[in-house]
């Protein structure tokens, strides 16, 4: 069993920054993709961005540019900077953890974007 705790999600004004951050416990293979993906109301959850164990990175267009994943493989954590943020930003984000073993999800957590 793997456990994802994230963090870092608020509240902030268009054009802010928030950074979140996702601790991975228990079995974890040390080969593995990380990620992170939101779910708007009313929408299906999309990818916004992962990262593999050796670093390669694959983002959504509507974050490229301004969103950073990035990970440190000794703390199992993988982290979302996320600048610029804009209304549309709004949802709620979850970590994901895959590899050959399964597949997990963290509980989420809430950013909120104001006009």
């Known amino acids: 069993q793997v456990q994802l705790v994230e963090s870092g999600g608020g509240w902030v004004q268009s054009g802010g920054s928030l950074r979140l951050s996702c601790a991975a416990s228990?079995?974890?293979?040390?080969?593995?993709?990380m990620g992170w993906y939101r779910q708007a109301p009313g929408k299906q959850r999309e990818l916004v961005a992962t990262?593999?164990?050796?670093?390669?990175?694959i983002y959504a267009d509507s974050v490229k540019g301004r969103f950073t994943i990035s990970r440190d493989n000794a703390k199992n954590t993988v982290y979302l900077q996320m600048n610029s943020l804009k209304p549309e930003d709004t949802a709620v984000y979850y970590c994901n953890l895959d590899h050959y073993t399964g597949n997990w999800w963290g509980r989420g957590t809430q950013v909120t974007v104001s006009s």
């Open positions: 228990g079995r974890i293979v040390s080969v593995n993709t």
């Open positions: 990262i593999t164990s050796g670093s390669i990175t």
